[in-house]
């Protein structure tokens, strides 16, 4: 069993920062990938970007070369650097976690204002 416990988040003008973290616990492998998700009102949950085994990252289009994901492995732990935010970033955030079954945290708000 894994647990994601996710913090940070908020409201933030556009053009602002946030960052996110995801600490996980339980039965954790370093080597599995960790991922950001988002879901806006009345749409699907889209994902947003993951890090992998040796740490390779992927974005979605519309968040590269604003968004950064990273993983602390001794502290378990990934971040989303937000930075240039947009109000169409305005989402419910989740992390989750692969391994042989995928875990979700339990969500954060960030919110953009224009």
């Known amino acids: 069993q894994v647990h994601l416990v996710q913090s940070g988040g908020g409201l933030v003008q556009a053009g602002g920062s946030l960052r996110l973290s995801c600490a996980a616990s339980?039965?954790?492998?370093?080597?599995?990938?960790m991922a950001w998700y988002r879901q806006a009102p009345g749409k699907q949950r889209e994902w947003v970007a993951s890090i992998g085994r040796t740490g390779g990252t992927d974005y979605v289009d519309s968040v590269k070369g604003r968004f950064t994901i990273s993983r602390d492995t001794g502290r378990n732990t990934v971040y989303l650097q937000m930075n240039s935010l947009k109000p169409e970033d305005t989402a419910a955030y989740y992390c989750s976690y692969t391994g042989a079954a995928t875990y979700w945290g339990q969500g954060t708000q960030v919110t953009v204002s224009s």
């Open positions: 339980g039965s954790i492998f370093s080597a599995n990938v």
